[in-house]
């Protein structure tokens, strides 16, 4: 990757807290910011006075001035600023998820064939030096053929704050599957290989955030209450590919038993595990080489901040002229995915999900 990313002129559509962690390192990259869009006033008093760059009520008026955007507003919301970005050719940088409905995410797909600007979505896992190094001992073989993968992103106590738009369905489009849920389906799909995705059996459950006695522990945010919660706060799914490979799912925001983070990506020839917040892998195998015996070999990458990877990727791609890893397509797989989950648990049978459409 180039050291220094190219003066690419760059504006921030939703100024809350991710903008402003973007905007963070975007700074400690060298990145001129521009200016930032946000529909709060008090948003976007705050973003001029930390960043000292103009701000705007329209986001055309950012557009006009910016050739890359980073888009970090609520779900909903992410249709309407990235498409306009399209239609511009400007660089995208859009937050996961891809949207907050399958048929939004459809359209902003759509909208991606026809640009001219590089697209990027914000699955920043993908480039934690941990799955950095274990993608490339997949990909060397090490591993053999990698079948399954086991994906786990559950908090014990970790509800955002009943009442924000990540605990309303009409903004955010689910609970912990669309926010947690599709990092660890998306970074399953990667260590996969991304094959086709077939079908898809799931159940989502809402258990803690309804209660009016909800211990907070870990919750962030102003609490409005259980009636300011109408989503999601676990999923259990089974996910069949391709081939036979299969992902199996467990998030949760809120659940009785301790948090993990757990990934354990099973091959052929070895299996390895991580912890997708701790800078540590494990392989295992087994051997018959001298007196047979198992092999478990743990490395400590160097630790990364995979934010500021991702961006140092997205202004790289910018400078090439190529696609990089976590584009639209493999997003809204992610999304129907998801889609296929909340169908499957409000029908209680497996879904069929479609192939989607193909980048030109």
């Keep these: 990757m180039t050291s220094e990313p190219p003066a690419v002129r760059t504006g921030i559509v939703g100024l809350g807290n991710i903008g402003q962690y973007h905007a963070d390192r975007l700074e400690e990259l060298g990145v001129p910011i521009v200016g930032g869009m946000d529909v709060s006033a008090e948003a976007r008093d705050r973003f001029a006075e930390r960043y000292d760059v103009d701000v705007y009520d329209d986001h055309h008026d950012l557009y006009d001035v910016a050739d890359a955007v980073v888009i970090t ?3 909903k919301f992410h249709e309407a600023y990235a498409v306009d970005a399209f239609e511009r050719d400007l660089h995208t940088l859009l937050e996961k998820p891809l949207a907050h409905s399958v048929e939004s995410a459809e359209r902003i797909a759509a909208a991606a064939e026809t640009t001219d600007g590089t697209c990027m979505i914000g699955f920043n896992n993908r480039f934690r030096n941990t799955v950095r190094l274990l993608k490339e001992r997949i990909e060397g073989g090490e591993l053999g053929e990698i079948t399954h993968v086991e994906a786990n992103y559950v908090r014990r106590r970790g509800i955002p704050g009943r009442g924000s738009w990540f605990t309303r ?3 955010s489009g689910g609970g912990a599957l669309i926010d947690l849920g599709v990092h660890a389906i998306d970074l399953a799909l990667y260590l996969l290989g991304e094959p086709t995705v077939e079908e898809v059996s799931g159940v989502t459950r809402s258990e803690f955030g309804s209660r009016e006695e909800y211990t907070y522990l870990e919750m962030w945010g102003d609490d ?7 989503v999601d706060d676990s999923a259990s799914g089974f996910i069949r590919c391709a081939d036979n490979r299969t992902i199996s799912l467990e998030v949760a925001w809120a659940t009785n038993r301790p948090p993990t983070h757990d990934f354990v990506v099973r091959g052929t020839e070895a299996a390895a595990r991580f912890d997708l917040l701790e800078n540590e892998l494990t392989i295992h195998s087994a051997s018959s080489n001298g007196a047979d015996h198992f092999v478990d ?3 400590e990458p160097k630790e990364n901040d995979p934010h500021a990877d991702e961006q140092r990727a997205f202004y790289e791609a910018i400078e090439t002229g190529r696609k990089t890893g976590g584009g639209v397509e493999q997003a809204l797989t992610v999304q129907q995915i998801v889609d296929a989950i909340y ?3 409000e029908d209680g049978h497996t879904v069929a999900v479609k192939e989607p459409p193909r980048a030109h």
């Design 73 to 75: 507003t609520p779900n």
């Design 297 to 299: 070999t743990t490395i």
């Design 224 to 230: 409005s209450g259980p009636d300011a919660f109408d």
């Design 169 to 171: 369905r009409e903004i």
């Design 343 to 345: 169908r499957s648990s």
